[in-house]
C-alpha cells in the first residue's frame, strides 16, 4: 500500500486513491452539489474568498458577516447531504481516530483562487486530525507553524494526494497559494477540488 511523506509534521500520501477512485469520488460530489450548491463565502470583514465552497455531513463551515462557524445546514436552509462511504474509507485508511469525521468541507479552486495561511481551529476535538484530498488540477501547498510567521516549505498536491495534519500539525497554518489551472483532465471544466475531513464536536 502507498505510504506516507512526513514534513513538519504533516504526513503527505501521495497518490493514495487511483484514477478510477478519484472519478467515483466526482460523481458522489456532484451528486452532494445538486443537493448542497457552492457557494461564495465572504469573510466576516466582507472579502469575498475566491475559493468557492459546500459540504456534507453533519456540519459544514461557513463564513459570512456574522463570522467563521459550523452550521447544520446550507445557507439556503437544507440539510447537508451525508458524507460519502467512499470518503469515509480514506479517513479510516489514514487515521486511526476513533471518531468519525462529522464535515467534510468541499473547496472549489478556478483560475486564479487561492487560500491565504491560516489554522483549522473552530473544531471542539483537536486531539482528531484534519485530513485534505485533493482532486483535478494541481495545487501548491503551504506548509507552516503553529505561530504566524518562520520558515514555511511547499509541496505540489495532485489528484489523488491525501494530507493528514495531525498531532503536533493540527494547529499549524497552511494555505494554498496557486494552482495550475488546466493541469488535470479529471474535472470537466478544469480546477481544483479540495476536501477537508474534521470532527466538530467536543470529544466524549
Ligand atoms: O485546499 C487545500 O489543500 C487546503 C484547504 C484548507 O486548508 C481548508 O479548507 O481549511
Ligand atoms: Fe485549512
Not at 484534519?130 to 516549505?153: A, H, I, P, Q
Not at 498536491?157 to 503536533?168: H, N, T
Not at 500539525?169 to 476536501?195: C, E, Q
Request: hydrophobic share 35%; aromatic share 8%; proline share 6%.
Amino acid at each position: 500500500m502507498a505510504d506516507f511523506i512526513e514534513t513538519k509534521g504533516f504526513r503527505v500520501w501521495p497518490g493514495l486513491i487511483d484514477r478510477a477512485g478519484q472519478e467515483v469520488l466526482v460523481d458522489r460530489l456532484r451528486a452532494a452539489l445538486s443537493v448542497a450548491p457552492l457557494v461564495q463565502p465572504v469573510t466576516p470583514r466582507g472579502k469575498p474568498m475566491s475559493v468557492r465552497m459546500s459540504a456534507c455531513g453533519d456540519y459544514g463551515w461557513v463564513t459570512d458577516r456574522r463570522g467563521y462557524r459550523y452550521e447544520p445546514q446550507h445557507p439556503s436552509g437544507v440539510d447537508w447531504p451525508p458524507i460519502p462511504e467512499e470518503v469515509l474509507a480514506i479517513w479510516r485508511t489514514v487515521t486511526d481516530c476513533a471518531r468519525l469525521p462529522e464535515c467534510c468541507l468541499i473547496n472549489w479552486y478556478g483560475e486564479g483562487a487561492r487560500m491565504g495561511l491560516h489554522q483549522d481551529k473552530d473544531e471542539g476535538d483537536f486531539g482528531c486530525p484534519v485530513v485534505s484530498v485533493s482532486l483535478g488540477d494541481d495545487g501548491l501547498f503551504r506548509m507552516g507553524n503553529l505561530e504566524r510567521g518562520g520558515k514555511t516549505e511547499s509541496v505540489w498536491l495532485k489528484s489523488g494526494d491525501v494530507v493528514v495534519m495531525g498531532g503536533g500539525a493540527r494547529l499549524a497554518h497552511h494555505g494554498v497559494d496557486r494552482i495550475r489551472f488546466g493541469s488535470s483532465t479529471l474535472l470537466r471544466d478544469g480546477g481544483r477540488i479540495n476536501l477537508t475531513l474534521r470532527v466538530v464536536t467536543e470529544g466524549p
